[in-house]
């Protein structure tokens, strides 16, 4: 029999995305954005599948009491804060139970183990108002250009004043930003995929990003209008090359200001390039950082390896307490970054390596290892080469809990390092998405 497109759900649980998880009359599992565990609900169901379904909230019958009134306006037609309608208690709840599921399941840990394993999220900032940067979505349409957030539906941009994820000095930035191109193209063509917006309440630092094609640019004009709307430190061009899925850096231009975004993390000073990862989270990536040196304790006389490392986040506090840091980093622009902030911090023990990192992968014996991968988590190559090493003590920073529980077996069936701890972090409130970070110590014997 047919499902019917709408269906009374009681919500079960949260699934490690942006919906919850129930089950239609037939038995059949529904995915159902906007609805909170504990919900009664009317699903309307958008797409059917053999095995399951996708719907959205229609109608609250009975409301669970963990669902609140979202602090933003736009939380509903936003796609930045698909959790905004959970109580941050209850979000709390979720994470960790996503990472001990990932553990017990893709593990292979089991329900018992994991539970020990898993720490209770640590929340290093306020729930709202935590971002450092925020990215425009852009659409042209009969010659009209329109900036703003992702629509949670897929449908195009929100239009929005302000984006309460940001600081609270800055969240009219987004407005603004939106407001001056949207007026530039008016009278100019502008080729825009995306504009990027970070800021800092600390450095006072504005810098706006224009992501679009290598060609024509009116570069002094968009950079006059961006100053009169937003007063930035630093307005940057990066050209693109390639198909949509598989874009490169064709070039990176500065039109105004410094030409790079400051942060301050910790006792450290850095400076990011536009194209380069940052943590969007300042006081998220400070607790990375202090759970990574408290769980490997770098010594003076101890060699540190530093894999995916980025700008440097790790790479400045391991080489201020180790004798040496090697850091392999494949990204070009976050290794120029990494160059230049060691040279401005005037730390002259670190080998900075450009590479892949199962490629150029250190030739050294290193007492302590921090890696921090993209999300698809590290290549088995990558765990065997680590798994070979003398270390005591690996710190792995992970953005998802399914390819860390992947990699985590991994490393057990290598038989050299078990993990000690696992500490979900939360980076990105209002939204699905947790960080770990997991402590592996050498077996006894290894």
Not at 332 to 337: E, F, L, W
Not at 354 to 369: K, N, Q, R
Request: proline share 6%; glycine share 10%; charged share 25%.
């Amino acid at each position: 029999m047919a499902e019917a497109t709408t269906q009374q759900v009681r919500i079960e649980r949260m699934a490690y995305g942006p919906e919850a998880v129930g089950r239609l009359e037939s038995g059949k599992t529904v995915f159902v954005a906007g609805a909170v565990p504990g919900d009664l609900v009317e699903v309307a169901v958008d797409r059917k599948a053999e095995r399951y379904c996708n719907g959205h909230v229609s109608k609250v019958l009975e409301a669970s009491p963990d669902r609140v009134v979202p602090e933003c306006p736009y939380a509903a037609v936003c796609g930045g804060c698909p959790w905004a309608q959970i109580s941050y208690d209850a979000q709390a709840r979720h994470k960790r139970d996503g990472v001990v599921s990932a553990l017990a399941r893709i593990g292979r840990m089991g329900e018992e183990r994991a539970e020990a394993l898993v720490a209770p999220l640590v929340s290093p900032s306020a729930p709202w108002g935590y971002r450092n940067k925020v990215e425009l979505a852009v659409v042209e349409s009969g010659g009209r250009l329109s900036l703003g957030m992702h629509a949670a539906d897929g449908s195009g941009v929100v239009a929005v004043k302000a984006c309460k994820l940001l600081d609270k000095g800055h969240q009219g930035v987004v407005k603004s930003v939106a407001g001056a191109l949207s007026y530039m193209a008016n009278s100019h063509h502008l080729d825009l995929e995306r504009v990027g917006v970070r800021v800092s309440t600390r450095t006072r630092e504005v810098e706006v990003a224009l992501w679009d094609r290598p060609g024509g640019f009116p570069r002094a004009a968009v950079a006059k209008v961006l100053a009169d709307a937003c007063k930035p430190t630093s307005v940057t061009r990066v050209m693109q090359k390639g198909p949509a899925k598989a874009r490169k850096i064709a070039g990176q231009e500065r039109l105004a200001g410094r030409g790079s975004w400051g942060e301050v993390v910790g006792a450290e000073r850095m400076r990011v390039s536009a194209p380069s990862f940052f943590q969007v989270n300042t006081k998220g990536a400070e607790k990375l950082v202090e759970l990574v040196m408290e769980g490997l304790d770098p010594q003076e006389d101890e060699e540190a390896m530093d894999l995916y490392c980025g700008a440097g986040t790790f790479t400045l506090p391991l080489a201020r307490r180790a004798g040496f840091v090697s850091a392999v980093e494949s990204y070009g622009p976050a290794v120029r970054d990494l160059r230049r902030n060691l040279d401005e911090a005037r730390l002259d023990n670190v080998d900075p390596i450009g590479g892949d990192a199962g490629l150029e992968f250190p030739d050294t014996d290193a007492d302590v290892i921090v890696v921090d991968p993209p999300r698809a988590g590290l290549a088995e190559q990558v765990v065997s080469q680590l798994s070979d090493q003398p270390a005591r003590a690996i710190a792995y920073v992970s953005c998802d809990p399914a390819t860390l529980a992947r990699d985590l077996a991994r490393f057990e069936e290598k038989g050299t390092f078990e993990p000690a701890s696992v500490t979900p972090v939360d980076l990105f409130p209002q939204t699905f998405h947790v960080e770990t970070v997991t402590i592996l110590k050498r077996r006894a014997g290894r």
